[in-house]
């Protein structure tokens, strides 16, 4: 999901990093599903990435749901 977010807002996982403050390397992990972010990182993420942690939330959850079924 953060991969296609970053995708989309046209940026490098290490534009993202800069851009949130975070290291390059801890993106790939997150995108690999090896770490989740905590929710200081999910808002640093957010505005990097010209959404809302909200929005982030929203779609974890709609994945999370359609993984469910």
Do not use: D
């Amino acid at each position: 999901m953060l991969r296609a977010l970053r995708k989309e807002a046209g940026l490098t996982q290490e534009q993202l990093g800069f851009n949130a403050h975070v290291e390059r390397k801890f993106i790939s992990l997150i995108e690999l599903g090896h770490n989740q972010p905590t929710v200081r990182v999910i808002f640093k993420l957010a505005e990097a990435l010209g959404t809302t942690p909200s929005n982030i939330m929203n779609l974890v959850e709609n994945s999370l749901n359609s993984q469910k079924k």
